[in-house]
Every structure is written in structure tokens, then in C-alpha cells.
């Protein structure tokens, strides 16, 4: 069964740094490209960043770019989300999804989902 598991949430003071992991279990994330995305409470859905099959060609939000780093290390099948210069405005619950994907590829559709993991930025 394919599983993704978000960890590395939690209470930061502004300025700080968070990062995040997103686990894979039940498949390999070799053949996956994986986005970051979040919801604040009252607001929709948005993509943060993604990166590809390969880690070769990775994409982000003009909101966090220049401030977080998208990483994957498919031998331990996990896939990371560095977050520095944290501001309040990047409170939400972060999701990470996989799809398959080829070359390049990075947005789009992703069919496969984790559960979320709290980003709380407060002094």
C-alpha cells in the first residue's frame, strides 16, 4: 500500500528554521516526482515546491523562493523540504504527494497523498 508520511513540523519562532521530511512506504519514490504544498486555515490549497523523478529539475512558489530547498535522497526513499527564514505568513499544514512522472516533470497532477504536518510560525 503506498503511504506518505510527513514529519518535521512544529512551533518556530520568525527567522527560524524547519525541515521538513516526507517518508515513502509500500513503493519506491525512484519513478516518483513529489510536490509540497499547503493550506493555512480559510485558505486554499497551493503548491510550495516540487521536484522531479530525478531531483534535476525542481520548481517553487515565488512566496518561498530564496528561502526553502527541496531535496530528495531516493535511497532512503524520503524526500525534504528545508525552510529557513521562516515568517508567519508560511503557517499551514504541509502536504507532500507523489505522482509518476517522466523526465522533467514536475507539477501537475498528483494522485497520492500524505497526512499533513503542522507549521506553526509565532513569536
Known amino acids: 500500500q503506498l503511504q506518505l508520511v510527513e514529519s518535521g513540523g512544529g512551533l518556530v519562532q520568525p527567522g527560524g528554521s524547519l525541515r521538513l521530511s516526507c517518508a515513502a512506504s509500500g513503493f519506491t519514490l525512484d519513478y516518483y516526482a513529489i510536490g509540497w504544498f499547503r493550506q493555512a486555515p480559510g485558505k486554499e490549497r497551493e503548491g510550495v515546491s516540487c521536484i522531479s523523478r530525478s531531483g534535476g529539475s525542481t520548481s517553487y512558489a515565488d512566496s518561498v523562493k530564496g528561502r526553502f530547498t527541496i531535496s530528495r535522497n531516493n535511497a532512503k526513499n524520503t524526500v525534504y523540504l528545508q525552510m529557513n527564514s521562516l515568517i508567519p505568513e508560511d503557517t499551514a499544514v504541509y502536504y507532500c504527494?507523489?505522482?509518476?512522472?517522466?523526465?522533467?516533470?514536475?507539477?501537475?497532477?498528483?494522485?497520492?497523498w500524505g497526512q499533513g504536518t503542522q507549521v506553526t510560525v509565532s513569536s
Open positions: 504527494a507523489a505522482e509518476v512522472k517522466y523526465g522533467s516533470a514536475c507539477w501537475g497532477y498528483f494522485g497520492s
